[in-house]
């Protein structure tokens, strides 16, 4: 039985490979989940994972699947997206989240158009959906370097980000500069998806981002114990993802945010920290 949870990583390379990068990805991605869901913009990551793909197509069409290329291109166009999106929220009045959709649909059918005219329908589907089974140096040295730089500005800037999440309003009266922090904030999530597209694909790398902070808040009742339980929560999803898909032959990224998915149908049903189990007894023990 041990055999079988842990063979595939010690026997095959890419097996390792793929786990340490997709690791790496759920370290980085899912304090910044915590922090997007306390903002209630859970589903703002969903649409700044797909605002990368034109910086990516460019990247791609320029100099093929160089990772440099379409880091920097895909940091560029989330950045881009990112401050388009925020200005129109400031200057209009519109809702940021609203602004968020308007821009990354414009920015997918973008996306998609270009690697569909200068591309083949395979490329498309690997920058989609990736190829976490043929992570090479380069990416494994992007996703570890992105984790690394994520957790240490979370852990410089806790307070606030924080604080700017759950009270700007409070921090521009202390005097403390928000827009930096908010600043800092979008700047993590655009390149935790730029690095989890490596690894996950557009589509797929914002569901190691949210699925496991959506069900942290079942866990833990601090912000520090959301950011350490969706971290947890990402680690054994991308353990068991790649396992189950080596066992059934099934795609590696579907498998790793599927099993994702069924951590946080668990903790729904489950969770101490208002789980559906948890609140039918506590219901019970109050009408006896």
Do not use: K
């Amino acid at each position: 039985m041990v055999e079988l949870l842990f063979l595939p990583f010690a026997e095959f390379g890419f097996m390792a490979r793929a786990l340490v990068a997709c690791m790496a990805v759920g370290l980085g991605a899912a304090p910044i989940g915590v922090l997007l869901v306390l903002r209630r913009m859970s589903l703002v990551g969903d649409a700044m994972a797909h605002a990368v793909l034109p910086g990516v197509a460019i990247g791609f069409l320029l100099a093929g699947f160089s990772v440099a290329a379409m880091t920097a291109g895909g940091v560029v166009a989330g950045l881009l997206v990112a401050l388009l999106a925020g200005g129109v929220h400031r200057f209009t009045g519109q809702r940021e989240d609203a602004s968020f959709a308007a821009f990354y649909l414009i920015a997918m059918a973008v996306g998609v158009l270009l690697i569909s005219v200068r591309g083949s329908n395979t490329d498309l589907v690997h920058v989609l959906f990736g190829n976490l089974l043929a992570v090479d140096d380069a990416g494994l040295l992007l996703v570890a370097s992105v984790a690394t730089a994520t957790i240490v500005a979370v852990a410089l800037f806790f307070r606030g980000l924080v604080t700017e999440c759950l009270d700007p309003e409070y921090l521009r009266a202390c005097g403390s500069p928000g827009g930096l922090y908010h600043g800092l904030f979008l700047g993590l999530v655009v390149l935790n998806l730029v690095a989890g597209f490596h690894a996950l694909g557009t589509l797929m790398a914002v569901g190691l981002m949210m699925l496991p902070a959506a069900a942290a808040r079942y866990w833990a009742g601090t912000v520090a114990g959301l950011m350490a339980a969706a971290a947890a929560l990402a680690l054994l999803s991308a353990w068991a993802g790649l396992l189950l898909s080596y066992h059934l032959g099934a795609a590696s990224g579907p498998a790793v945010v599927l099993v994702a998915g069924m951590g946080y149908a668990i903790s729904v049903l489950f969770g101490p920290h208002g789980g559906l189990i948890t609140r039918l007894r506590l219901r019970r023990h109050l009408e006896a």
